[in-house]
């Protein structure tokens, strides 16, 4: 079989949407066009009920409650709404909130604002396999301490937090416990009371729905989590966010949750047999090429490799039948090296030559074969070219050397 | 980012890609950049004592497409040219001639530093090489 160029291997970014999913939603975009607010006729009762069927199947895919779910506009949405939401509420119970370096910008830049108005936040190194310490999280933990906010898959790396240890801490302490679960959901098995989250945020596009819905998983019993809320108007979703339900996204969100849950098993075997193809004939090919991140804790379709001595953005180039992401470009152009990476301790040089590998639903495995054997000959061919690569050849250590800054 | 088809030209048919020795009295060796700054470039350049004519020059580049095609540019530009010469040959002309966005200007001025760094290299040689004729040799210096 002849493969379709480009090959897209950048599933941790977006999905495409599935078939049955937009299935699914096509009839609330026209006959069931109907305002799921709209109490007193029917057109208004269909949205509903449709809303509250997706409400459902996506309280299942995590173990929680439908009454428990909050739709919003997606992951970035959800967490602001989580930490805002919380910070704003407890205030007065504390000003502290816990939070690692590796989270996705919507926490980092979410945490920087509540900075401004007075709160303290500690922000977690991580472990050279990028996960949090959970000796360091518990020294972090004051009496003004009211959220802890821990991802559960990183989007760069792949590597999955212990959520039911942080889990248990928290409760410990009883400290709120948020998890930006957006990589894991419907790729990872996730219960909420199992892994004793009080508030999980998750979105559509990363688990083959559509782009711009997401929601907020917030507790309602043991504890009862209160959010103050951060749009305000019609009261929609029990206050917590008003706003007219966005009804095709959410179903379509419904349909991709009740999707995943049902063939996340199957997927997990067949992505994980793929990722370990496209990882054993790296290696196979290469020398001097390091995986970024622990690869026991780890969500089965994610890669993420460092290439030695070759560069990132010329490393993309010739690929560009294929689309990966790398964390990289040079520090003088408007790209920066991975913050994710620099975090794990990664020398700058290896964060300016890592490709992530996002594998999915669709990918095959001749396009596995394909991406691994290019790969091969580019990485070959750039090292050829590597100033780098051949003073190391030389058994120059790379690290002592004078560099003159320009 | 798009790259001009020159610049494509150069990464995937790299002019000169090599190394000279670098002890050798004839060869100048720039190695300019940084690892954790993204980028490094080898320019060497290797003048005929006679004619005092680069007659041969090798690059090696880690860094973006635009850098090695800088880099590139750069050796095809040398081949021919006398020491002084090669140190008119500005950024701005490789920034013309590849067609390069404003982000990768520095890409340009990189090799522009490789070319200085190889030719003072090789007169710091030449010049140790011939302590006698003392500074006269040297009129550029
Ligand atoms: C870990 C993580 N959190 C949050 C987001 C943001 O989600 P959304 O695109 O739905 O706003 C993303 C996706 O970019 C992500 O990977
Ligand atoms: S070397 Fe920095 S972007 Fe080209």
Not at chain 1, 50 to 74: C, H, M, P
Request: glycine share 8%; proline share 4%.
């Amino acid at each position: 079989m002849a493969i379709k160029l480009p090959i897209y291997m950048d599933y941790h970014a977006t999905t495409p949407a599935d078939p049955r999913v937009v299935e699914a939603m096509l009839p609330y975009f026209t006959e069931h066009f109907g305002n799921a607010a709209s109490r007193n006729h029917p057109f208004g009762w269909e949205a509903e009920e449709a809303v509250d069927k997706a409400r459902k199947q996506v309280a299942d895919l995590i173990g929680a409650n439908a009454k428990e779910i909050v739709f919003t506009s997606g992951a970035t949405e959800s967490n602001n709404l989580a930490i805002k939401g919380v910070a704003e509420m407890y205030r007065e119970k504390g000003n502290h909130i816990i939070t690692a370096v590796t989270e996705h910008k919507a926490i980092i830049d979410t945490c920087k604002r509540l900075e401004k108005e007075g709160y303290r936040v500690t922000y977690l190194p991580v472990q050279k396999d990028g996960l949090v310490n959970l000796d360091e999280l518990k020294a972090a933990i004051s009496d003004e301490t009211i959220l802890i906010s821990i991802m559960t898959a990183n989007n760069e790396i792949g590597v999955i937090q212990p959520i039911a240890e942080i889990g248990a801490i928290a409760k410990e302490k009883g400290i709120l416990f948020h998890t930006d679960a957006v990589q894991a959901a419907g790729k990872i098995p996730f219960d909420v009371n199992a892994l004793k989250v009080d508030i999980v945020s998750i979105t559509a596009h990363k688990m083959y729905g559509p782009k711009g819905v997401g929601a907020l998983y917030v507790r309602r019993r043991n504890p009862r989590v209160l959010l103050s809320a951060q749009i305000d108007g019609g009261g929609h979703e029990r206050g917590m966010r008003s706003g007219t339900l966005n009804v095709t996204g959410i179903v379509g969100m419904g349909k991709a949750a009740e999707i995943a849950k049902a063939e996340m098993a199957d997927e997990t075997k067949r992505l994980s047999a793929l990722r370990d193809r496209l990882n054993d004939r790296l290696h196979k090919g290469l020398d001097e090429i390091f995986i970024n991140g622990s690869v026991e804790h780890r969500l089965p379709h994610s890669l993420n490799i460092s290439f030695a001595y070759v560069e990132g953005e010329s490393l993309l180039m010739g690929i560009n039948d294929v689309a990966v992401s790398s964390g990289s470009a040079c520090t003088s152009a408007s790209l920066e090296p991975s913050y994710v990476l620099k975090a794990l301790g990664a020398g700058d040089d290896l964060a300016h030559s890592s490709i992530r590998f996002g594998l999915g639903r669709w990918s095959t495995e001749e396009e596995v074969d394909y991406v691994a054997d290019k790969l091969v000959s580019v990485v070959t061919r750039l090292r050829e070219m590597s100033p780098l690569y051949e003073l190391a050849k030389e058994g120059v250590d790379l690290s002592t050397m004078q560099w003159e800054a320009h | 980012m798009a790259y001009s088809n020159k610049v494509i030209d150069h990464y995937e048919n790299p002019r000169n890609v090599g190394s000279m020795p670098k002890d050798d009295v004839n060869v100048g060796t720039g190695l300019v950049g940084a690892p954790e700054c993204g980028d490094v470039m080898k320019l060497q350049v290797k003048v005929n004592p006679l004619t005092g004519i680069i007659d041969d020059a090798k690059f090696k580049t880690f860094g973006c497409g635009s850098a090695i095609a800088s880099s590139s540019l750069a050796t095809e530009w040398l081949k021919g040219k006398t020491v002084d010469e090669a140190l008119a040959i500005k950024n701005t002309d490789i920034v013309e001639e590849l067609a390069l966005p404003p982000v990768k200007i520095h890409c340009s001025v990189l090799a522009e530093d490789a070319i200085k760094a190889a030719i003072n290299d090789y007169k710091k040689k030449q010049a140790a090489d011939q302590p006698a004729a003392g500074a006269a040799a040297q009129p550029t210096a």
